[in-house]
C-alpha cells in the first residue's frame, strides 16, 4: 500500500524531533552552563562531593615545631531523579497539519526540560547562608555592590554571576538609566547607555547579570534572585536529555517521551548571597 506508515518513513521523522529538541535545550537553558555540573552517568544515582574548610597559616618562631592541623571536610550528598514529558502523536494529527508537526514538539519538549532544570536550581537560591534583600524591596546596584562585598568578605573568588527575575531586574535597568527621562551620556553611565541601546545588561560590580522568568514570583509579588559563585551550587547529571519512540498500532500514533534524569543541591552555601526582591511591575 502506498500510505503504510514503515520504520524507514518514520526514522526520518524522529530524527527531526530529536535534533530539534536538542537545540531548544541547549539555546533555553540559563541556569545550566551557570553552575558546576557533575556527570555520574554509569555510577549511581548520588554523587557525595567533599567539602574541604578554609585552613588559616599563623607566624611560627624559629625552632618551634607547628602545631597540627586537622583537615576535616564535610560531605554535601546529590542524587538524581527522573524528569519527563510524553505525548502521543497520531497518524491523522501528523499527516494533516501544515506545520512540522515534529519539530513544533520537539521545541516544546526542549522548553519543557530546559524551564524544568532552571527552575529547580534557581530554587535552591533561599538556600544560601545570606540573603541581603527583603520583601518589596526594588533591585538596585547598590544590592549587587553588597552582595559582591559580602561574598569577598569570605574569599570567595570570581567569577560571580547573577540571575534575577526579569520583573526584578527591571527595576536595576531604570535605575541605571535615570528611569529613561534623559540619554545624554554625561548623565548616565555606560552600562545605562547599553541598557538603553539593547535592553542588556552586561556587568554591573564584576556581576554578569542574567534574567531568568523561571525563577518563582510568590504571593506578595517577591522572588529570590541571587549572586553566586559557580561552585556554590552543583547539578549531577545521571542520564542527559534523550527522546524515545514508542508505537502505539491500535491508538494508530506513536508514543515521544522526553526524559532527563538529574539532581541538584547547593554545594557550599556561603559562596552565594540570596537578594529577595519586589517583582511586580
Excluded: C
Aim: charged share 15%.
Amino acid at each position: 500500500m502506498a500510505n503504510e506508515t514503515t520504520s524507514s518513513t518514520l526514522s526520518e521523522l524522529y530524527t527531526e524531533i530529536i535534533q530539534e529538541a536538542i537545540f531548544t535545550f541547549q539555546e533555553t537553558s540559563v541556569m545550566r552552563p551557570l553552575v558546576t555540573t557533575y556527570n555520574i552517568s554509569g555510577q549511581g544515582k548520588q554523587i557525595a562531593v567533599p567539602v574541604y574548610p578554609a585552613i588559616s597559616a599563623s607566624a611560627v618562631a624559629e625552632g618551634t615545631d607547628l602545631s597540627n592541623t586537622a583537615v576535616n571536610p564535610t560531605e554535601v550528598t546529590i542524587t538524581a531523579s527522573e524528569i519527563g514529558v510524553m505525548t502521543s502523536l497520531t497518524d491523522l494529527g501528523r499527516d494533516s497539519a501544515a506545520r512540522n508537526v515534529t519539530a513544533d514538539i520537539g521545541k516544546l519538549f526542549g522548553d519543557a526540560l530546559a524551564d524544568k532544570v532552571d527552575t529547580d536550581v534557581a530554587g535552591l537560591f533561599s538556600s544560601f547562608s545570606t540573603d541581603i534583600g527583603a520583601a518589596s524591596t526594588e533591585l538596585t546596584p547598590e544590592l549587587i555592590f553588597k552582595a559582591v562585598a559580602t561574598l569577598r568578605a569570605n574569599n570567595v573568588p570570581g567569577p560571580y554571576y547573577g540571575v534575577f527575575h526579569p520583573k526584578a531586574a527591571f527595576n536595576l535597568k531604570k535605575v541605571l538609566t535615570n528611569a529613561g527621562y534623559t540619554t545624554s551620556s554625561s548623565s548616565i553611565s555606560d552600562l545605562g547607555n547599553e541598557a538603553l541601546r539593547s535592553g542588556f545588561i552586561a556587568n554591573v560590580a564584576g556581576v554578569n547579570i542574567f534574567e531568568n522568568s523561571n525563577i518563582t514570583i510568590d504571593q506578595y509579588d517577591d522572588s529570590i534572585g541571587a549572586v553566586f559563585h559557580p561552585i556554590s551550587l552543583g547539578l549531577a547529571m545521571k542520564a542527559d536529555f534523550k527522546i524515545e519512540t514508542q508505537r502505539d498500532a491500535s491508538l494508530r500514533a506513536t508514543e515521544i517521551v522526553a526524559t532527563m534524569t538529574k539532581g541538584q543541591g547547593v554545594v557550599k552555601s556561603d559562596y552565594g548571597v540570596a537578594i529577595t526582591t519586589d517583582a511586580a511591575l
